[in-house]
């Protein structure tokens, strides 16, 4: 059987209410980057059920949840609860220049990537230049 004690358990119960609780976990780690055309966010999620897993875009605004459960069941003796359960969210204000259509999510070895593509209309583009020969260039719109 396994024996625990804990000289600051106090501490850790109030660290508890302000940085989240078993039941209501504070916080969805996240790292997030562009790589060429694309943009990506990837979650921490270790031990969730992939189908607990919800992405929802709406008006820009990416809104991830994830549920981890405690093993349930007869004979099930709980010795020790230390991980973080319960439902995880975070939300996300994405710009106007993401393409949020063709968003695509996996998940892999605890992490939720997804991978957003960049819109076409925020892609840089050569502008043509053009002169009238006077030294002076007009630019055609």
């Known amino acids: 059987m396994l024996m625990r004690t804990d000289p600051f358990r106090e501490i850790d119960r109030l660290a508890e209410q302000f940085f989240g609780t078993t039941s ?8 997030a980057y562009r790589e ?6 990837a979650f921490d999620l270790p031990g969730v059920d992939p189908d607990s897993i919800d992405c929802t875009v709406e008006r820009n605004v990416l809104t991830v949840r ?8 007869d004979g099930v003796e709980l010795v020790a609860a230390e991980r973080p359960m319960g439902t995880f969210s975070r939300q996300l ?18 992490v939720l990537t997804l991978r957003i593509p960049v819109a076409e209309r925020a892609k840089p583009r050569r ?9 002076r260039k007009q630019i055609d719109a």
């Open 93 to 110: 204000f994405l710009g106007d220049t993401l393409d949020t259509d063709h968003l695509e999510a996996a998940y892999d070895n605890g």
């Open 24 to 31: 209501r976990p504070a916080v969805m780690h996240m790292d």
């Open 127 to 135: 502008v043509a230049v053009s002169s009238n020969g006077n030294g």
């Open 36 to 41: 060429g055309d694309h943009f990506y966010a």
């Open 66 to 73: 994830a549920q981890r459960r405690r093993p349930t069941g």
